[in-house]
């Protein structure tokens, strides 16, 4: 089965810092671009940073300074390190990747969607 497999999240004071980890497993050649989703409660999914497979990084404003979306394509893991965290933040931070399944489909440009089923980051004192 093709699936991320999200570590990292927790409980943390504010100005605190967290690193997620997303580690893809079950049938996943490679991964591609990947990116990390938020959701309050409430509100709805935001998306908070991104990578392209040749390491370029996006990210929202809020988090702009005080995030870093990294890749280690080695291991086929992607990470978010979350530094001087705010309430604001808390939320499950979901991670999602376009990723090929064989180096076939990674020559021919097939790839799938994949989810991770999130990690629960809280921030507050």
């Known amino acids: 089965q093709v699936q991320l497999v999200e570590l990292g999240g927790g409980l943390v004071q504010p100005g605190g810092s967290l690193r997620l980890s997303c580690a893809a497993s079950g049938g996943i050649f490679s991964i591609y671009g990947a990116d990390w989703y938020r959701q309050a409660p409430g509100e709805r999914r935001e998306l908070v940073a991104s990578i392209t497979s040749g390491g370029s990084t996006n990210y929202v404003d809020s988090v702009k300074g005080r995030f870093t979306i990294s890749r280690d394509n080695a291991k086929n893991t992607v990470y978010l390190q979350m530094n001087l965290l705010k309430p604001e933040d808390t939320g499950v931070y979901l991670c999602?990747?376009?990723?090929?399944?064989?180096?076939?489909?990674?020559?021919?440009?097939?790839?799938?969607?994949?989810w991770g089923q999130g990690t629960l980051v809280t921030v507050s004192s």
């Open positions: 999602h990747a376009t990723a090929s399944r064989t180096f076939a489909d990674t020559v021919s440009g097939r790839y799938v969607e994949v």
